[in-house]
């Protein structure tokens, strides 16, 4: 079988890749190793916030091996979830230093700190010897130009941080552009640290052009690829996933799991149906004519309209042909 060697790691998608799809998505579909879970924020004032912290309680994640996140700037506060979470079962945790969207940005947390190194360092130098998990990061080029990643990789290299995730991209950029692999070279051969690889790998040739360039890389991370095509992580470690036919079965039965798994959760239609609805924003336009019927599921306000209309999908059985940019 094909990369064997390679570790797959399931990105961290915030309102995607929870606890029920991570356990879901682990009983139909082979090839993924672990998960980084999506962040959890720190609260201050030592306290916790309890459905977040479940998302990551061992005896619900029997599916996948995962790393809790953290998304934070205050060293205590930060210090006081990692231990709660090491005393969890959780060996070591990720921060989060990339997150683009503005309004976190802006209070320099996520790649909003990647413009304060000498903050990043202070935190890194407060946060390592006071808890007992072990840290990796997840960072992005910069958060207004790549060049930032500079002085920052020197404060990484002053810190004992297991391993660096790199989003080629500045946070500004949000998702425009493309992931910059001249720039991850760069920015891997300019640090001690070991590197793993993360961004806009949807299909064998994506996957393919990253193993070429960085044979050594072996640690390599995948988000929304998956939600696109549930079979990559199979594909990409030369298992058998089925043919056309079997692969819309394969579908269909883990669409309905995952529904079920949010049904639980979720009270009334609109959260029910707005989850789903994420899911399939990136799973519909895989299909060859995907258009009308995907748009008639995305307008579904109500469960049966909703169900009526996937069912109604599958039933076309449009020939499933991911591998499209994102
Ligand atoms: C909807 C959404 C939610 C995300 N949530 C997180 C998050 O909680 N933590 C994080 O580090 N990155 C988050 N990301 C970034 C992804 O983990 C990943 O770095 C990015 O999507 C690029 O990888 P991909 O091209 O394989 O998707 C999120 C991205 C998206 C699109």
Same mark, same amino acid.
Request: glycine share 22%.
């Given at each position: 079988m094909k990369n064997q060697a390679i570790t797959l790691i399931l990105a961290p998608l915030q309102g995607f890749t929870d606890v029920t799809y991570r356990n879901v998505y682990a009983r139909h579909f082979? @090839? #993924?190793?672990e998960a980084l879970a999506p962040f959890i924020s720190t609260m201050g004032q030592q306290r916790l916030k309890p459905t977040r912290i479940q998302d990551v309680a061992p005896e619900r994640n029997t599916g996948c091996f995962i790393v809790p996140q953290i998304l934070g700037n205050v060293a205590e506060d930060f210090t006081f979830l990692a231990d709660h979470l090491y005393e969890m079962g959780h060996k070591q945790v990720n921060w989060n230093l990339g997150c683009p969207h503005s309004k976190i940005a802006k209070k320099q947390r996520g790649s909003g700190l990647l413009l304060y190194p000498e903050k990043i360092d202070a935190l890194l130098a407060g946060i390592i010897p006071n808890m007992k998990p072990s840290l990796s990061v997840k960072i992005r080029l910069g958060r207004r130009n790549k060049d930032e990643i500079s002085a920052l990789l020197e404060v990484f290299d002053r810190h004992p941080v297991d391993e660096i995730i790199l989003h080629?991209?500045? @946070?500004?950029? #949000?998702?425009? @552009?493309s992931s910059d692999l001249d720039a991850f070279e760069k920015a891997e051969k300019a640090s001690r640290h070991a590197f793993v690889y993360n961004g806009d790998i949807t299909d064998m040739a994506s996957f393919n052009r990253v193993r070429a360039r960085f044979p050594h890389i072996r640690r390599i991370m995948i988000g929304r690829g998956i939600l696109a095509n549930p079979f990559l992580a199979e594909e990409i470690k030369g298992m058998d996933s089925g043919d056309q036919a079997r692969q819309l079965e394969r579908l269909r039965v883990f669409h309905d799991d995952l529904l079920a798994g949010y049904d639980k959760i979720f009270s009334g239609p609109g959260h029910l149906t707005g989850r789903m609805k994420g899911f399939w924003s990136y799973l519909g336009p895989s299909f060859d004519n995907h258009k009308k019927p995907l748009k008639k599921i995305l307008k579904a306000t109500t469960i049966p309209a909703y169900t009526d209309r996937v069912k109604a999908f599958f039933d076309l059985s449009l020939a499933f042909n991911p591998g499209r940019p994102l």
């Open positions: 082979s @090839g #993924m190793d080629p991209r500045t @946070g500004e950029q #949000m998702y425009t @552009g």
